[in-house]
């Protein structure tokens, strides 16, 4: 599930992803990504409630994060791979 808010508007965008993450959510999560870059221009992406994710999505995260959007409240098990992908 992808979901994003807006706290002030100087702020950045906080698109929240929820349960379980796979590349057929991937063109959602794209668009939204870009519609709060066209908003704000500073995007993060709040992993907390992440419960599983697959490999096309860890990667496109991963390249996302080296495009500026900053990812928080990663889960434990996914820093690492994350890492890796960097």
């Known amino acids: 599930m992808v ?3 807006l706290a002030n508007p100087s702020s ?3 698109v929240t992803l929820a349960g ?6 991937l063109g959602a999560l794209r668009r939204r ?4 870059r ?5 995007v993060v992406i709040d992993l907390s409630e992440v419960t599983l994710i ?6 496109f995260l991963a390249t996302m994060n080296g ?3 900053e990812l928080v409240n ?5 820093e690492p791979w994350l890492r890796k992908e960097a």
Do not use: F, H, M
């Open 12 to 14: 950045a965008v906080t």
């Open 20 to 25: 379980k993450v796979c590349s057929a959510s």
């Open 33 to 36: 990504i870009d519609r709060a």
């Open 38 to 42: 066209r908003q704000r221009g500073s």
């Open 3 to 5: 979901s994003g808010t």
């Open 54 to 59: 697959d490999r096309p999505a860890l990667e």
């Open 67 to 69: 495009a500026g959007v």
């Open 74 to 78: 990663c889960p434990a098990y996914i």
